[in-house]
């Protein structure tokens, strides 16, 4: 009974592919989020979704499109991989009203070669 | 551009003893500031948090403290045990947002 599930926990691909990494939450929130933390241990918010609807989206790279099918999930898509897309992936979600106290997935760690 | 800063990467306590993990902010426009904990392999997971209206929240054996015009919060953990051991990350929320901007993270070693 995992509450936020990510796939594939490892990822290790080469620069210019395309891949996704999938994310589901059966708490019931209507927040979702999608964090990265690179090598120096920075973890920092990429996307959040409220309910379908993109709220939060910081300096990404146009090669990132997060997709939300239905608000239990929440996608992330990258386009042409580069070096520096190598780190570890964090979903999480949140309920309406206590966006502070997030629920985290285990990561995926995402190696580009 | 660090707004929340943990200048500790490590500390390491003795179990039945006091942790006091340390945090500073730059930022005056944040409103709940939080501790998330983090086993290797595992996603963090939230702790506890403070209202920056407030100067203390218990909760069991963890104590956040906030010190506002010293920009400065700290979790106590008494007695530290050896679970406990693990990567703390001080966090805090952009006022009135989803936004929460994390630091560094220490890494607390609770030995026998």
């Known amino acids: 009974d995992t509450a936020v599930s990510q796939t594939p926990k490892y990822l290790v691909t080469q620069m210019g592919n395309d891949k996704s990494i999938k994310c589901e939450q059966n708490?019931?929130?209507?927040?979702m989020y999608w964090y990265k933390q690179d090598s120096k241990k920075f973890l920092k918010i990429m996307f959040s979704y409220n309910n379908k609807e993109l709220i939060i989206n910081e300096t990404v790279p146009n090669r990132f499109s997060p997709k939300s099918p239905d608000k239990a999930h929440l996608n992330l898509h990258i386009n042409s991989l580069e070096l520096g897309d190598s780190a570890v992936y964090f979903c999480a979600s949140s309920q309406e009203g206590r966006y502070y106290e997030q629920y985290f997935g285990p990561g995926t760690r995402l190696t580009v070669t | 551009d660090q707004q929340v800063k943990q200048n500790s990467p490590s500390l390491s306590v003795q179990e039945g003893r006091i942790s006091i993990l340390n945090c500073d902010y730059t930022n005056s426009m944040f409103d709940y500031f939080l501790w998330y904990k983090k086993y290797p392999a595992e996603g963090p997971t939230f702790l506890i948090s403070?209202?920056?209206?407030?100067d203390k929240n218990e909760d069991g054996r963890f104590t956040v403290f906030l010190n506002k015009s010293a920009k400065h919060l700290s979790l106590h953990i008494v007695p530290s045990q050896p679970g406990d051991s693990a990567v703390y990350f001080c966090a805090a929320r952009v006022y009135n947002t989803d936004k929460l901007i994390f630091g560094t993270g220490t890494r607390l070693q609770v030995f026998p």
């Open positions: 403070i209202s920056s209206i407030k």
């Open positions: 708490l019931g929130h209507d927040t």
